[in-house]
């Protein structure tokens, strides 16, 4: 069975898809053009920065053949990630694949600036009794709620034909439930300009613009998303602060361009589950933080089964800031990263908490040759930087850290980074990869590479992961 979501907005005339025969819309999204970022400079980023991309949403439990007609001829396309599909037709502006299981996947066409997401979905189940008086229903249609404060004990729900347009927050409650298949879109969200800054930047920061995140929850027990796609985020798409019981399953995130659009994003948070999730992202995708005044510890997160396409910083990442005595019992699983600027795993602790028990496995990285340097601008009218040319710029798998930053650390207390193992790690790259490590704030210890593959050969020393010294660290391995 295929069926097509319903959607209340314009299909895009200039692009054109059938899934399983039937035509299904095309939805717009911005995303990152560039890999390129600056300090918060008060404004905006400028629109030049961004691409038109598009995304394709339905729900099938078969195999699906999906031909799209694009608005060029294609030379080139490719399917991502591998596991998704395979595309077996490609002629003119027309290009076949298929579809063999539910998720997030990317058709590039003719290089990473020309992309269709497409969002697969198994039959939804457990659809709350929308009559229900603690259920908000959004039907077929737009609709403007701004920044919404939740209540506990609350359901939101979005029907496949619906834009929501605004975000979601609660604070110090339990049991709410966002949930559908509908877009929560934050593009009418906009900053609030609070302060002025030197031309050069010099004394930019956080506090030069009023911003608020997409969905967020402060001290909260037992949230639950499903099933949405969030749009163009303001700020974080996803963030907790001191929560216990948080639960993510099968949310799509696209049109990330604007300013630190972080992915999902937990703050001093314990008993957290992340499956089934695709994040197009502008900053980190996954990052597990702690926050000052927020709780003592971070325990007990599992990410797994996730698509990560990454446009600027980390995919799966720890810290830097770690303002919690203890963040440990982590575990990222069979995720596949299929494109990333900054590094593809990385654990970073820039203030006093204790990181360790930290588990990274079965994971899928895709390097692309054409992958560009991340650039920090410096001033308001800097020139965009060449692009590189193929393979020579590659982003770092492994990334370790241990210091004090000159802007995000907390007082003078260093934390640790200990017991990291890294297993069953599968990287498709054009060259030998590279790893980072930063340590001046104590050791590293005791950090486990197990099954290590590149390009279908097993790495068998810890010199082939090419970091470029290994000073201040103990007990370095690979098996």
């Not at 030049?48 to 394709?56: A, C, N, P």
């Not at 799509?252 to 999902?264: A, M, P, Q, V």
Request: glycine letters at 8%; a negative charge; charged letters at 25%.
């Amino acid at each position: 069975m295929i069926r097509i979501y319903e959607t209340c907005e314009q299909s895009a005339e200039e692009v054109s898809v059938t899934v399983g025969g039937k035509s299904a819309p095309v939805q717009r999204a911005y995303v990152s053009a560039y890999p390129i970022n600056c300090r918060w400079p008060g404004h905006q980023r400028p629109e030049y920065q961004r691409d038109l991309s598009y995304f394709v949403r339905f729900e099938a439990d078969e195999d699906a053949e999906i031909v799209v007609k694009w608005k060029n001829p294609v030379s080139s396309a490719v399917l991502k990630p591998r596991s998704s599909g395979e595309v077996f037709f490609v002629k003119g502006e027309e290009v076949r694949f298929v579809s063999k299981e539910a998720g997030g996947s990317v058709l590039v066409l003719d290089g990473y600036r020309n992309t269709i997401h497409f969002f697969r979905d198994i039959p939804q189940k457990n659809v709350p009794k929308l009559e229900r008086e603690n259920v908000l229903y959004f039907g077929p249609g737009f609709h403007d709620v701004g920044i919404m404060q939740l209540r506990g004990g609350q359901t939101v729900y979005i029907d496949e034909a619906a834009v929501v347009y605004g975000g979601f927050h609660a604070e110090n409650a339990e049991n709410i439930l966002i949930c559908g298949r509908g877009i929560l879109d934050n593009s009418r969200c906009k900053e609030k300009i609070v302060r002025e800054i030197a031309p050069d930047y010099s004394d930019a920061d956080s506090l030069n613009a009023e911003r608020e995140h997409m969905v967020q929850f402060n001290r909260c027990k037992n949230v639950r998303i499903e099933g949405i796609v969030l749009r163009d985020s303001l700020l974080y798409n996803i963030t907790t602060f001191a929560c216990s019981g948080f639960y993510v399953e099968n949310v799509k995130l696209i049109g990330n361009w604007r300013y630190n659009s972080d992915g999902i994003d937990m703050h001093n948070t314990s008993h957290a589950h992340i499956t089934g999730c695709f994040l197009r992202t502008y900053d980190d995708s996954v990052c597990i933080k702690g926050n000052v005044n927020y709780g003592d510890d971070c325990a007990d997160i599992l990410v797994e089964n996730c698509v990560i396409w990454n446009d600027w910083g980390n995919a799966l990442h720890i810290g830097v800031e770690t303002c919690a005595e203890r963040i440990h019992d982590i575990a990222f699983r069979h995720c596949k990263v299929i494109r990333v600027t900054g590094s593809a795993l990385n654990v970073g602790n820039v203030d006093y908490g204790d990181i360790y028990d930290v588990l990274y496995e079965d994971i899928d990285i895709e390097l692309d040759e054409d992958c560009q340097l991340s650039i920090l601008q410096r001033e308001e009218n800097q020139p965009l930087p060449a692009l590189s040319e193929k393979g020579a710029f590659l982003p770092p798998v492994f990334e370790l850290q241990l210091f004090k930053h000159h802007e995000y650390s907390v007082g003078d207390r260093r934390g640790k980074v200990h017991d990291i193992t890294f297993r069953d790690i599968c990287i498709t790259s054009p060259r030998e990869i590279n790893s980072l490590i930063y340590c001046t704030a104590g050791t590293i210890a005791d950090i486990t590479f197990e099954n290590i593959m590149l390009n279908g050969k097993k790495l068998i020393s810890v010199e082939q992961l090419h970091f470029p010294s290994l000073e201040n660290t103990e007990n370095f391995h690979i098996k």
